[in-house]
């Protein structure tokens, strides 16, 4: 497509977007009397307008019922996970069996990581990007030290080339085959979180399976972001939360994936009543006897009330399909990327765009390095109704969603920067 920077060519482009009206499903922030050009879908989305009711409905079910709402609640709350399990399979690419929907993200990674970093002999190792998102490196840290081995030998974190900012394919799956019976766990971002870097997921998971290690991804930036294609793809596990593109509110519930292949095994657990076979789970007996499915790995009882809002996000993500979903993404983030780089040229290249240009390494997010003071432009954006998120010590990220930005948004957002930059 030839872009064009003018306000009739992106409301063009609206009007022939057959998803353009989930728009009007959102609640924007304000600013000046109409919708902020809200950017930040990749920390936080936007509350759906149907969130509200949602969440009334379990509240109503609560005052009416009490604890019988467990079983007689418009969605029974004992149940309540299981309304989530189609939707969740279809948003990843999963069979039914192999998804959850539970806990919140770092809390599934800790119990992922009990059953697949399992350290024995030479195989101790575990390789990650450079500068995942802190909170997985922490994470990693911890159960190296819980096993009695040093991170700073076990942890490996893979950096780009010098000079470059993403990693290339190939380098990494030439560390995989370098580290080969040293390596227990591959456990990649879907999406990294600074850079906006797209993983090839059978790609990592193809490499790591041939020297013997299993491999996990954290989708915190992929799940609503990517086409994701989890059980043909053969990784073996994956986490996600559900705040930032799946709209599902702060701190919203999280979602797991375990590949079918392992769901008849006996791998070590932290295991909890709601894992428990459910057919026998009030027998309240002593020994635990697994669910048949990615269910095993739950602790606890639904959280009904971020389940409720999750719901809806859910729903909206069937009606629009991931398909369509990343069809419009890989043109919405065209659009912004050739704004952004005429921007850039008219100020004799201000903005490098790091995140790579290759749609199948990207999603919606893009990262801009910024020269000179890019905290002032920053602040300048946020005075003027933009909402995007600034990384110290020069990166602007920003991410038009595809459920709810326009290419209006974007064209506004290009005279937004083109003014900021004028200070």
Known sequence: MTFENTLSFAQELDRQDPLHPFRNEFLFPQYKERNAIYFTGNSLGLQPKAAAAALKQELDDWAQYGVEGHFHAKHPWYSYHEELTGSTARLVGALPEEVVVMNQLTSNLHFLLVSFYRPHGRRVRILTEQRPFPSDTYAFASHIKFHGLDPDACLVELQPRAGEYTLRPEDITSKIAELGDE????????????????FDIKGITTAAHKVGAFAGFDLAH?????????????????????YKYLNSGPGGVAGAFVHQRHLQQDLPRFTGWWGHDKKERFKMEREFKAMPTAEAWQVSNAPVFPMALHRVALEQFDRAGMERLRTKSIQLTGYLRWIIEGVSAEQGGMFTIITPKDSAHNGAQLSILVKGDGRSIFKRLSERGVFCDW?????LRMAPVPMYNSFEDVYRFGEALKAAVAG
């Open 391 to 395: 990384r110290e010590p020069d990166v």
């Open 222 to 242: 992929a799940a609503g972001n990517l086409h994701l294609k989890l059980h043909d793809d053969g990784a073996d596990f994956a986490c996600w939360c559900s």
């Open 183 to 198: 390596l227990a766990l591959v456990c990649f971002g879907g999406v990294n979180f600074l850079t906006g870097q797209a």
